[in-house]
């Protein structure tokens, strides 16, 4: 699976902004997929994390009530949908994928269960 992230920017505080990635292949609807972040200077973090079918949805507390993670499976595209943003937003965002086969199937919010990466897309808020 390739993963493509897009719809970063430069946006204010409070605006709303939703992130994309796009997965190439013909199994992206059987794979866990999740979003997470590197703040300038800091670690990786879980942002977000879906199922392959939608019916689970996990959230870090910092973000949860102000984010929506959603996938659309025929499109391959799963989303970030990012409302009332913070300066503490600011990172670089990076979608991931985590394969059917792996121990434990599901959501993750270890970064390193993860199989595949996208390349990242900076999220710059201004305060």
């Known amino acids: 699976v390739q993963l493509q992230a897009s719809g970063g920017g430069l946006v204010q505080a409070g605006d709303s902004l939703r992130l994309s990635c796009t997965a190439s292949?013909?199994?992206?609807?059987?794979?866990?997929m999740a979003w997470f972040r590197q703040p300038p200077g800091k670690g990786r973090e879980f942002v977000a994390g879906?199922?392959?079918?939608?019916?689970?949805?996990h959230y870090s507390v910092p973000v949860r009530g102000r984010f929506t993670i959603s996938r659309d499976n025929p499109k391959n595209t799963l989303y970030l949908a990012m409302n009332d943003l913070k300066a503490e937003d600011t990172a670089v965002y990076s979608c991931?994928?985590?394969?059917?086969?792996?121990?434990?199937?599901?959501?993750?919010?270890?970064?390193?269960?993860?199989?595949?990466w996208g390349q990242g897309t900076l999220v710059t808020v201004s305060s």
């Open positions: 991931a994928a985590r394969s059917p086969t792996s121990f434990a199937p599901g959501v993750r919010r270890n970064g390193a269960e993860y199989d595949y």
């Open positions: 292949g013909h199994t992206f609807s059987r794979y866990a």
């Open positions: 879906i199922t392959s079918s939608s019916d689970s949805l």
